[in-house]
């Protein structure tokens, strides 16, 4: 069984090139919108990491991490940010998450964290 990455973000580019990058290193990846859809998703396939977007419109990043909280505990969380808000980034990090990129981030970067969170088991 893959590993499963969530890919949270409102650009569609990004989640895109996200998935791509993730599926060949080979995890298992969803991807969502918007805070409802990752919501929907946490609950029903349980991911092992979510990438999350700060600036999403509706239900910001604090408030979609939050209530992952509610449905999975122990859910890893890396966030993602194009704006310098150090303050939503420190409460991110005092809610769990685990790191954080700016955009634009470097790719191998962030593929580099997630191998570091959630390491792809060999069978």
């Known amino acids: 069984m893959n590993e499963k990455i969530l890919i949270v973000d409102d650009q569609y580019g990004i989640r895109i090139l996200l998935n791509e990058v993730f599926q060949k290193a080979g995890y298992q990846t969803f991807q969502a919108a918007n805070g409802f859809q990752a919501?929907?998703?946490?609950?029903?396939?349980?991911?092992?990491l979510v990438l999350l977007d700060m600036k999403i419109p509706g239900m910001d990043g604090i408030e979609i991490l939050k209530r992952m909280r509610v449905v999975e505990p122990d859910i890893r969380v890396i966030i993602m940010t194009a704006y310098?808000?150090?303050?939503?980034?420190?409460?991110?990090?005092?809610?769990?998450?685990?790191t954080h990129f700016a955009k634009p981030f470097d790719i191998d970067e962030i593929r580099d964290a997630v191998r570091k969170y959630i390491p792809i088991r060999s069978n």
């Open 84 to 98: 310098g808000e150090l303050d939503m980034i420190q409460e991110a990090k005092d809610l769990g998450a685990l």
């Open 39 to 48: 919501l929907e998703i946490v609950d029903k396939h349980k991911p092992d």
